[in-house]
């Protein structure tokens, strides 16, 4: 439990991050320009790459409690996009949803793939 909780919260530290340099870069804004840490700069640039979609999905897992035990933001992001592809192949929501189950050894297979479908590819809900 208390390792979930730690997860949560650095993924919402991860989510926050993204959104940030999104708005920045919305508002015109380089944020590299301006003095910082290195490990807030390393962070940046590991984040940078996560785009409103992402950062839209991270969220719902982590507000519906489906996030993957033990996997980063982009990891979770990674299997997210491995799901739609699947069901874009094929693949049932059904069986999706079990296989993410076992893949992942927890019991929000339905919350993670309706995430995946709904933000990362809404085509396939069409």
């Given amino acids: 439990m208390f390792v979930k909780r730690i997860a949560l919260r650095v993924n919402a530290v ?3 991050l993204a959104l940030t340099v999104l708005g920045a870069a919305v508002a015109g804004c380089d944020p590299a320009t301006e003095p910082r840490g290195a490990d807030v700069t390393t962070t940046r640039a590991a984040e940078a790459d996560i785009s409103a979609d992402d950062a ?3 969220e719902e897992i982590r507000i519906n409690d489906a996030v993957l035990p033990g996997k980063s933001a982009k ?3 990674a299997a997210g996009r491995a799901t739609c ?3 874009r192949g094929g693949v049932s929501v ?3 949803t079990s296989a ?3 893949t992942y050894q927890f019991d929000q297979g339905p919350l993670f793939v309706s995430a995946a479908t709904t933000n ?3 085509d396939f809900v069409s």
């Fill in 85 to 87: 592809e699947h069901l």
């Fill in 120 to 122: 990362l590819c809404p």
């Fill in 75 to 77: 990891e979770m992001v």
């Fill in 94 to 96: 059904l069986d999706e």
């Fill in 100 to 102: 993410v189950e076992q």
């Fill in 14 to 16: 991860a989510v926050c």
């Fill in 56 to 58: 839209s999905f991270l």
